[in-house]
């Protein structure tokens, strides 16, 4: 099975403090994602990236930027946390969609409390 | 991007009904339906999925059915159990193809 790893379950965090969530997957997968996840407001793309240094911005990118050194580790990174960016984050991977793919594989998630 | 409206947002039925939880999509290219599954505390998993060149596919229980000439998919289950009560998600591809618009979800309870 594919795993999609996320170093921390839980974090609390202060205002201000730059904070780093990170994501393993261990199948040579092209594709990462980043999204949060919101009561009510469904799965919302933060960054995505289709490769080694590639990025791209998804639907919510402010307060956000993202690193791929390498192609099985994709960082989120909250450059000066606030507390609207308290959520459930969570990475996702998956091959380049085609007629064989079904999907993403997710992340078991983070939950992230700005205090 | 691809715009994708879930409904209803919360679902309950008694043990053994029928749950159906409709979607719309917008981008008339998109080619590829996945469902999740959440279940309290966990992460999504892809339960069932459809392409556009088939118009329903089942599995066991659960179902998917495209309408792609109005551009909606649903999710039927029957014979709910228990177990079936989580958060569903459908989801539809859009951009440059490579990453998904989701549902805002449907929270659903199954009673015993």
């Known amino acids: 099975d594919v795993k999609v790893t996320q170093s921390s379950r839980y974090l609390v965090k202060r205002t201000g403090e730059k904070v780093f969530l990170e994501c393993v997957q261990d199948?040579?997968?092209?594709?990462m994602f980043w999204y949060r996840q919101d009561p009510g407001l469904g799965l919302r793309l933060i960054y995505f990236?289709?490769?080694?240094?590639?990025?791209e911005k998804g639907d919510i990118p402010e307060g956000y930027s993202v690193s791929r050194e390498k192609k099985e580790r994709f960082s989120l990174i909250l450059e000066s946390a606030s507390t609207n960016q308290t959520s459930m984050y969570l990475c996702?991977?998956?091959?380049?969609?085609?007629?064989?793919?079904?999907?993403?594989?997710f992340g078991s998630g983070t939950r992230l409390t700005v205090v | 991007g691809e715009n994708v409206e879930q409904h209803p947002s919360t679902l309950s039925v008694q043990e053994g009904d029928s749950a159906v939880i409709k979607c719309t999509y917008s981008?008339?290219?998109?080619?590829?339906f996945p469902w999740y599954k959440q279940e309290l505390g966990k992460r999504p998993q892809l339960i069932i999925d459809?392409?556009?060149?088939?118009g329903e596919k089942k599995d066991q229980r659960i179902a998917v059915t495209l309408n792609k000439t109005a551009k909606h998919f649903s999710l039927h289950i029957t014979e709910t159990q228990p177990e079936d009560s989580a958060v569903y998600f459908c989801?539809?591809?859009?951009?440059?193809?490579?990453?998904?618009?989701f549902g805002t979800g449907t929270s659903l309870t199954v009673i015993p």
């Open positions: 981008d008339s290219a998109s080619n590829y």
């Open positions: 996702a991977s998956s091959p380049v969609l085609g007629a064989n793919v079904r999907g993403y594989t």
């Open positions: 989801a539809s591809p859009g951009g440059t193809g490579n990453q998904f618009y």
């Open positions: 459809i392409r556009s060149n088939v």
């Open positions: 990236s289709y490769d080694v240094k590639m990025k």
């Open positions: 199948m040579d997968h092209e594709n």
